[in-house]
């Protein structure tokens, strides 16, 4: 089962409902921040009913610091279960932070494993390959290969830049890496391909 995490602007009942997700928010968030991993696991679960977008940041932080095998799970879950589309420039907020580096990883698995759409972000998606390890790159790819929307003309064209810049280095540089980023390669090569025949059957 898929969830959504409510929008701000969301008003069912009117101004008393919206100010009872608000307290509601607030009393998860303090409850996610304590050191009682028993309430920090119930706020995780609780904010697959009353999250928002504005929840994401405080969610990674406290993921980043550290949390229990099932908490972790319990997180990876909700973030697994999200399809609202508010939640993605969020998410890629996190994303790109680099403070959250050692959790950057599970964040990809989370984007491939939900319903959202990440394909306006195909480059920064190529520059975590191109900057990390094997693992990172073959998460990264796994990602990419599922795009199924066309990718926006600037995130291509700055994938290629990436790309030709990786291929025409030395550093950092293993076979085994390279196949990978040879075949992302490619995949940019056709996301650019479908790009100019839109385009075409457009005019």
């Known amino acids: 089962m898929f969830y959504t995490f409510a929008r701000k602007s969301d008003n069912v009942s009117g101004n008393s409902k919206s100010k009872q997700q608000q307290l509601k ?3 998860l968030l303090t409850d996610l921040r304590s050191a009682d991993e028993l309430k920090i696991g119930a706020a995780i679960k ?3 009913v009353y999250g928002d977008e504005s929840v994401i940041a405080p969610l990674v932080e406290v ?18 279960g999200l399809k609202d ?9 996190a994303f790109r ?51 199924e929307t066309l990718v926006p003309e600037s995130a291509i064209m700055e994938s ?12 950092k540089r293993n076979e085994q890496k390279d196949t990978i980023m040879g075949d992302i390669a490619l995949m ?3 996301f650019d391909a ?5 385009d075409l059957y457009l005019d």
Do not use: C
Request: hydrophobic share 45%; glycine share 4%.
């Open 85 to 93: 589309s508010s939640t993605v420039e969020p998410l890629m907020d």
């Open 46 to 48: 609780s904010f697959h």
């Open 97 to 147: 932070d680099e403070a959250n580096a050692p959790i950057k990883r599970q964040l990809l698995s989370a984007f491939w494993n939900s319903k959202l759409d990440f394909s306006a972000y195909l480059s920064d998606f190529v520059l975590f390959a191109i900057d990390g390890d094997f693992l990172d790159a073959f998460e990264a790819i796994t990602l990419i290969e599922q795009f």
């Open 194 to 198: 479908e790009s100019d025949s839109e």
């Open 25 to 27: 928010v607030a009393q």
């Open 188 to 190: 940019v090569k056709q």
């Open 63 to 80: 993921w980043r610091g550290g949390l229990s095998n099932d908490n972790t799970a319990a997180m990876m879950e909700l973030f697994e």
């Open 160 to 171: 290629q830049l990436l790309l030709k810049e990786y291929f025409g280095g030395t550093d």
